[in-house]
C-alpha cells in the first residue's frame, strides 16, 4: 500500500541554521505530495504541496521538490527560525484514489537562540 | 467562521459509554475527512466524505465507529462503548477541488477511562 517515510527525529538547531527534513514515498502513478505543520497546542496546517513531477512547492521560506525518480519530497529552508519549532509531517494523496491523506511519522524540529 | 471548527474542543468519558464528536467544514468545500492522531499510531484516516457519493469508510477501525454528514456541510462522528484504546485527537479537514490540500480543524482531544 502507499506509504511515507520521514527521517527520524527529534532535530534540534541553531537560529539561522539550515534544514533538511528527508521524506520519500511509494505509492503507484504520480501522487500529490504535502507537507504539514503542527506548531505546539495548534492544528494541522497546510505548509506547501506539489502535485506533479519537478514541481516545486514554496511558503514560508520552505522549499520542496517532487522528484519522480527518486520518490522524493525533502523539505529544506535556508535559515531556520526560532518559530519554526514544530512538528512537520510529509504526506501523500494518490493519483486517483479517495482523496486520504497518508501521512508520515512526523519529525519534530527544535530551533534554539 | 473561515476555519474549520469541531466540537468539543476536550471530551473525557468513561468507558463504554458513547461520545459524538462534531465538524463543522469550511463553507462551499465539498469534501468532508476524519483522522485521528495518536502517540502511538500517528496520523490515521477514517473516513471521507465527497458531495452525494457513498462516503469512503475504509479506515473505520471497527464497527463501533460511525460517521454521518447532513445536507452536505455538518460531519458526525459517533464512538459507541468507547474502549481506552480510542483515546485520541479527532481531527477533521475539509477541501475544495482535488489536489488542493486539506484543511484542518482544532481537533477534539477525546480521553477515555
Known amino acids: 500500500g502507499d506509504s511515507v517515510t520521514q527521517m527520524e527525529g527529534p532535530v534540534t538547531l541553531s537560529e539561522e541554521a539550515c534544514l533538511t527534513i528527508n521524506c520519500t514515498y511509494t505509492a503507484t502513478g504520480y501522487p500529490s505530495l504535502f507537507w504539514y505543520v503542527q506548531y505546539p497546542g495548534e492544528g494541522l496546517q497546510l505548509l506547501l504541496k506539489?502535485?506533479?513531477?519537478?514541481d516545486k512547492g514554496s511558503n514560508k521560506g520552505f522549499e520542496a521538490t517532487y522528484r519522480k525518480e527518486t520518490t522524493s519530497f525533502h523539505l529544506e529552508k535556508g535559515s531556520v527560525q526560532v518559530s519554526d519549532s514544530a512538528v512537520y509531517f510529509c504526506a501523500l494523496v494518490r493519483e486517483g484514489g479517495s482523496e486520504k491523506l497518508v501521512f508520515g511519522k512526523g519529525t519534530k524540529l527544535t530551533v534554539n537562540p | 467562521g473561515a476555519g474549520v471548527s469541531q466540537s468539543p474542543s476536550n471530551k473525557v468519558t468513561e468507558k463504554g459509554k458513547d461520545v459524538e464528536l462534531r465538524c463543522d467544514p469550511i463553507?462551499?468545500?465539498?469534501?468532508l475527512y476524519w483522522y485521528r492522531q495518536s502517540l502511538g499510531q500517528g496520523l490515521e484516516f477514517l473516513i471521507y466524505f465527497q458531495g452525494n457519493s457513498a462516503p469512503d469508510k475504509s479506515g473505520l477501525p471497527s464497527d463501533r465507529f460511525s460517521a454521518e454528514r447532513t445536507g452536505g456541510s455538518v460531519s458526525t462522528l459517533t464512538i459507541q462503548r468507547t474502549q481506552q484504546e480510542d483515546s485520541a485527537v479527532y481531527l477533521c479537514?475539509?477541501?475544495?477541488?482535488?489536489?488542493?490540500?486539506?484543511?484542518f480543524g482544532p481537533g477534539t482531544r477525546l480521553t477515555v477511562l
Open positions: 506539489a502535485t506533479k513531477a519537478d
Open positions: 463553507s462551499g468545500h465539498t469534501a
Open positions: 479537514a475539509s477541501s475544495s477541488t482535488s489536489g488542493a490540500g486539506q484543511f
